[in-house]
């Protein structure tokens, strides 16, 4: 089990913002991310006419420096409080996202976007941490359900209106999320009670040692954590990649930039829907082979959305017809293996680490590494072969195949070396 470091006993950390606050606050932060990390691929193909090569480039970038600024995060909590943290960081994205209205050149954006995505990268293991703290096992899995929700809920409707702002606001990409991190920032600063100051001195002491569950239940977390988090980077490499993959699929070039983003969240409803039926029920929790299934699951999900499926279905319709149709329905499958990996992620490293920022900065870090292969794979085919999205698609495939692989070696590995 974790131990956590005596900066973590401070009161400000031991007393996080009520609950409310911080969904509020993640929201926000939901908002401003999926405009300008998951859904600016779509911004910079409609107003500068990057290539597929050029937003590989830009999803791989982000990517690396989004794997700083998660490992960064327990380093900074461990100094001062958490929402001190939290709430100056969001401060300096509202900064950067604003600069984005104002310094439009290609090169200006990307710097900016950099920026953005490394300060993001800090934030979201403080949030998950606070989210997490002082909640029992049964309980967190329906606080975290609540968390995946509100995040996943707000990143998809950000998603599929992404479009409209891109036609009828476009500064709006960079402005809505400055406004909303300037808001979110003094939010943190609220105090869960007027019980909080009497308490002050008795938080500050360790609190009592949590019960520890059974051997057999500990060791069913344990493998389902290392099988979920050997999984989460491919789960990242296909969000990415796709992404900045599809202004670039030939089904997606006949549509129009609001109806390219509206049919684009196909995947992030259906993921939301999955954190549903995860987050208020327990049976997944003494299942890790789940996690298995779910990484085979998307590898064929990513490599059929991507594929020409048109001469699967005959000729009842016209291949624009089938191509969307197909595409739509694979979003559906990959939506649900995203959500079961993303869930045993959070869930199992909070549930093993009592909620600590240094697990929560492992499970973004992954994240973030997931975003860098898969794009970066993509961008060196795009050097080797420009223009080929087939190569690209191969190469990204490729790496996800790899990774499921591993979690399938990394399974038999572990479970070879497990006492009798």
Same mark, same amino acid.
């Given at each position: 089990m974790h131990t956590r470091p005596a900066a973590d006993l401070h009161p400000l950390n031991l007393t996080p913002p009520p609950a409310r606050v911080l969904y509020l606050v993640e929201a926000m932060a939901s908002a401003g991310t999926n405009l300008l990390i998951i859904g600016i691929f779509f911004y910079t193909a409609q107003r500068y006419g990057w290539n597929l090569g050029q937003n590989f480039l830009l999803a791989a970038g982000q990517g690396a420096v989004y794997v700083i600024g998660a490992l960064l995060a327990d380093r900074l909590a461990s100094r001062?409080?958490?929402?001190?943290?939290?709430?100056?960081?969001?401060?300096?994205?509202?900064?950067?996202?604003?600069?984005?209205?104002?310094? %439009?050149?290609?090169?200006?954006? %990307?710097?900016?976007?950099?920026?953005?995505?490394?300060?993001?990268?800090? %934030?979201?293991?403080?949030?998950?941490?606070?989210a997490s703290t002082g909640v029992p096992p049964l309980a967190l899995s329906v606080r975290i359900a609540v968390y995946n929700l509100v995040w *996943?809920?707000?990143?998809?409707?950000?998603?599929?209106?992404?479009?409209?702002?891109?036609?009828?606001?476009?500064?709006?990409?960079?402005?809505?999320?400055?406004?909303?991190?300037?808001? *979110?920032?003094?939010?943190?600063?609220?105090?869960?009670?007027?019980?909080?100051?009497?308490?002050?001195?008795?938080?500050?002491?360790?609190?009592?040692?949590?019960?520890?569950?059974?051997?057999?239940?500990?060791?069913?977390?344990?493998?389902?954590?290392?099988?979920?988090?050997?999984?989460?980077?491919?789960?990242?490499?296909?969000?990415?990649?796709?992404?900045?993959?599809?202004? *670039?699929?030939?089904?997606?070039?006949?549509?129009?930039?609001?109806?390219? %983003?509206?049919?684009g969240s196909t995947w992030m409803i259906s993921r939301w829907l999955t954190f549903i039926v995860l987050g208020f029920g327990v049976w997944w929790h003494t299942r890790p082979r789940v996690m298995l299934l779910a990484a085979v699951a998307m590898l064929v999900s990513f490599a059929r959305l991507t594929a020409q499926p048109s001469h699967w279905f005959g000729s009842v319709a016209s291949p624009q017809t089938l191509d969307l149709t197909a595409m739509i329905l694979w979003q559906i499958v990959l939506g649900v293996t995203l959500g079961m990996i993303y869930s045993a992620s959070l869930y199992f490293g909070m549930v093993l680490s009592e909620g600590s920022t240094e697990h929560s900065g492992y499970h973004e870090a992954l994240i973030g590494l997931g975003s860098v292969l898969g794009p970066g794979a993509g961008a060196i085919t795009q050097w080797v072969r420009p223009g080929d999205i087939n190569l690209g698609i191969r190469a990204v495939g490729s790496v996800i195949a790899l990774s499921v692989l591993a979690a399938l070696v990394g399974s038999a590995i572990l479970r070879r070396h497990e006492p009798e």
């Open positions: 001062l409080p958490r929402r001190v943290v939290l709430g100056t960081t969001y401060l300096a994205m509202a900064l950067v996202a604003a600069a984005g209205t104002r310094f %439009t050149c290609a090169r200006a954006m %990307t710097l900016l976007l950099l920026a953005y995505s490394a300060l993001a990268g800090i %934030t979201w293991p403080i949030l998950e941490s606070l *996943s809920g707000v990143g998809a409707v950000m998603v599929a209106i992404n479009g409209t702002i891109i036609d009828r606001w476009p500064a709006g990409v960079f402005l809505l999320p400055a406004l909303l991190h300037l808001v *979110s920032a003094p939010l943190l600063a609220l105090d869960p009670s007027r019980r909080f100051v009497q308490k002050f001195d008795r938080a500050a002491e360790p609190a009592a040692a949590p019960l520890q569950p059974e051997p057999e239940l500990l060791r069913v977390r344990t493998l389902a954590l290392w099988l979920s988090r050997m999984a989460l980077p491919a789960t990242y490499v296909v969000i990415y990649s796709l992404m900045a993959l599809m202004p *670039s699929l030939p089904v997606m070039k006949s549509l129009d930039a609001t109806t390219q %983003t509206l049919v």
